[in-house]
């Protein structure tokens, strides 16, 4: 029986972002997955809420059985939950089959969709900035695979609203940046060249070359 698991600090951020309904439905699919295995059944903004933490979710618990050697299962009056008597037809099997292959369908439509919000929010950040701090508009709409994936991992790292707009003025400010024009979202997304910009005190801009 699991005793405990690592709360990591982005459940509570993506928690925290939550009405309380959805909060609740987030936080008890977390826990029955970490204690019994179970994949909860949600909808709605919960349910992108679990997507978007499924991958430390599932580490977790893949984590803890390989380390103890012990399948998660969910406990009924006090005993652990086991396969029950009797064989399953195999018309149920197929029909839990196909639901199975409908819940994959739904799930990697779910992470598209959050994908694309993603995508779009960081756009519409992207062209404003342009606009507040070079007095362009901003034109960006598309980022690749590559520029999706480091932005994840930006995500990840729970930089604030405020560490993004110093990175992103940062890098406009930079001679370097300028004289080459990478002023644009695939320079700034480089998990590398973000940490530079980022952690680039202002009054030292003037001076700033990302590959000095």
């Known amino acids: 029986m699991r005793k405990g698991f690592n709360f990591y600090r982005s459940y509570y951020d993506v928690a925290n972002e939550l009405n309380d309904s959805d909060r609740l439905k987030f936080l008890w699919a977390v826990i029955q997955k970490q204690f019994d295995g179970i994949d909860t059944e949600l909808t709605g903004i919960a349910k992108f809420a679990y997507l978007s933490q499924k991958f430390n979710i599932d580490t ?25 008597g009797g064989t ?33 929010n960081f756009l519409n950040w992207f062209n404003e900035m342009k606009f507040k701090h070079k007095g362009v ?65 202002v009054s030292e801009q003037s001076k700033f070359n990302p590959y000095g």
């Open 88 to 120: 399953v037809g195999g018309s149920v099997q197929e029909k839990e089959k196909e639901e199975g292959k409908e819940k994959e369908k739904e799930k990697e439509q779910l992470v598209k969709k959050a994908q694309t919000l993603l995508t779009v």
């Open 60 to 84: 977790q618990v893949a984590g803890y059985e390989s380390k103890t050697k012990t399948k998660l299962t969910p406990i009924i009056g006090g005993v652990v939950g086991g396969s029950q």
């Open 137 to 201: 508009k901003g034109n960006f709409k598309t980022l690749t695979k590559t520029d999706i994936a480091n932005l994840k991992e930006l995500k990840k790292a729970n930089y604030t609203p405020e560490d993004f707009e110093h990175a992103y003025k940062v890098m406009v400010d930079s001679e370097w940046v300028k004289i080459n024009s990478t002023d644009i979202p695939k320079h700034f997304l480089v998990n590398d060249n973000f940490s530079k910009y980022v952690n680039t005190v």
